[in-house]
């Protein structure tokens, strides 16, 4: 799962002005991580279901939208934090909220 998290910091690296495909690419690896969150060892409190199902909603948002990301370069940092400790709720709440910005 921590895989699959990391991974969308690259995908977002490719977003850029007229070329959203990355966001394809970002809720490929959300629905893997949502996926694998269904059988991790991580305590059911952390929710991490919710909220890779959360990131998939707000990824395909934006792809509908083809609105180009604020704080990419803050997104792409976040999402490797959260790969090291996919239970940490303030960087998971700080993506949401970054991603609802745009």
Known sequence: M???ISRISGALDSIDNGNYS????????ASKANALSQFS???????LTGITAEL?????NLNIKQKKLADKEELMTLFQKLSSDPTNREISERIIKLLQKN
């Open 2 to 4: 921590n895989r699959a």
């Open 22 to 29: 990355g966001y394809l690419l970002a809720i490929e690896h």
């Open 41 to 47: 060892s991580y305590p059911p409190e952390a929710n």
């Open 56 to 60: 998939i909603n707000e990824f395909r």
